[in-house]
Structures are given as structure tokens and as C-alpha cells.
């Protein structure tokens, strides 16, 4: 559900409270002035890219003046700071659900991916923005990097405990979360790279790249039966 942010509690501020569900189509419906803006921005952000977005065509589209963005954000890093916050937000909420009563060992690495993979149908939004922030870099990367880092070091420590009961192969483990988000978002996002190899996206293609890619983290993190756990170096 929408939730009302910080600044429509006290006014205008930079950053944002509750994130809303997002669709595909554009601003959902219902949310206050700052959230609509937020909302706006985040899928102009994920789809246009932010050196394409403009304050007045985000006003534009949402039948508000440049100069009421700006009452609520002070400038376009303002709102790319806020979005951030936002989704940063969604997101890990979205990974907290698929993991609270997930299991152990690989059934809650699947239970994430899983996660990833229904975000990227029901709102694509955020992963788009991941892969924009990805490549604006600093400060917006550190940004996004600090909100999500709790999460990270959560899923380092549990890969770790894994490998050391030897029911995972031994890896560095943020390298390793390193190449499972390059190999999870890059399948879920890339979409002009999936038409130039002649998959066109649509909901069964991406039920089937989320069957490809759990089929090929399994194979690279689970231990076979009978097979010997490689020793710590």
C-alpha cells in the first residue's frame, strides 16, 4: 500500500517515507503530492535513465508546475537521493518477506531469487532503477549500497555459516553475492540483450530465465551428495 511519506507529515524534505506499489503503467493512484512525484520519478528514472528526466517533464506528465517539485524537492539530486531512499526501501521489504520463513541452506538462496524474479514482473521499476544507479556510480551507488548494506552483510554471514557446514562450496561470500545480483538483475533487465538473441520478454520467458538461473546457482553453490566440501583456504 502507498505509504505517506516524511515530507507530507512536516513539510518538504529530501527524503521519503513508505514506499508505494508501483505499476508498470505509471504513478499509482492515490498517493500524495510528494509520493506522485517520487512515483513519477522512479519510472522515468528506471526507463529514461536520469540524465534524460527532466524536472519540467516530470511536472509536465504530472499536471503539476516545476516549481511544485521543487517545493517538496529542492533539486533533481534531491529526488534522485529520495527515490533511492524509497526503493531501498520496497526492496528490502520485498527480500525480508521471502525470507521470513524461507528454510535453511539453498531453499532461502531460491526463496530470493524467486523474490528478484516477481519484482522484475510486478514492478520492474526497481530493478531498473538498481541498474541506472549501477551506472551513475558515486554518490548515488553509495547511496544505494549504505541502504541495502544490512542485507548484505545478513546474506555474507548465512553463506558463510553454509559453507562452513559444508553444505555449500566454498566461495568468497560478497564476491559471490556480487556475481549472483550481476547474474540475477542482468537476466531480469536486460532486455534489449535478450531480443538481440531472439527472446522477446514476456511472462514465460521470464519464468523460464528464473528456472535457468536457479538451475545454474545450484549447481554452483550446492554440494552433491557424496561429493567432498572443498577445504576453507
Known amino acids: ?7 507530507d507529515a512536516g513539510g518538504p524534505a529530501g527524503g521519503a517515507g513508505a514506499p508505494a506499489v508501483i505499476g508498470a503503467g ?5 498517493l500524495s503530492t510528494s509520493d506522485r512525484i517520487l512515483s513519477a520519478a522512479l519510472a522515468s528514472f528506471a526507463t529514461r535513465g536520469y540524465d534524460a528526466t527532466s524536472l519540467d517533464a516530470l511536472a509536465k506528465g504530472l499536471e503539476l508546475t516545476k516549481q511544485s517539485i521543487l517545493y517538496w524537492f529542492p533539486s533533481k539530486d534531491a529526488v534522485l537521493e529520495a527515490v533511492i531512499a524509497w526503493s531501498a526501501a520496497d526492496l528490502s521489504g520485498a527480500l525480508e518477506t521471502a525470507l521470513r520463513g524461507a528454510g535453511t541452506g539453498w ?7 524467486r523474490s528478484v ?3 522484475a514482473a510486478r514492478q520492474p521499476e526497481l530493478l531498473g532503477l538498481l541498474r541506472e544507479v549501477s551506472r551513475l556510480g558515486p554518490p548515488a551507488a553509495t547511496q544505494m549500497f549504505v541502504a541495502l548494506e544490512p542485507l548484505v552483510q545478513r546474506a555474507s554471514a548465512f553463506l558463510e555459516a553454509e559453507m562452513d557446514a559444508g553444505t555449500m562450496r566454498r566461495h568468497d ?3 559471490l553475492l556480487l556475481a549472483i545480483y550481476s547474474t540475477v538483475i542482468g537476466m531480469v533487465t536486460e532486455v534489449e540483450v535478450l531480443r538481440a538473441l531472439g527472446e522477446e520478454p ?3 520467458s521470464l519464468v523460464r530465465r528464473r528456472t535457468d538461473v536457479l538451475a545454474l546457482l545450484r549447481s554452483a553453490l550446492v554440494i552433491a551428495p557424496g ?3 572443498r577445504p576453507q583456504d
Not at 500500500?1 to 515530507?7: E, I, W, Y
Not at 505509471?26 to 492515490?30: K, Q, R, Y
Open 1 to 7: 500500500m502507498p505509504g505517506r511519506s516524511s515530507a
Open 26 to 30: 505509471g504513478v499509482a493512484a492515490g
Open 107 to 113: 531453499v532461502r538462496v531460491e526463496a530470493v531469487v
Open 117 to 119: 524474479f516477481r519484482l
Open 173 to 175: 561470500p560478497r564476491l
Open 202 to 204: 514476456t511472462a514465460r
Open 227 to 229: 561429493e567432498q566440501a
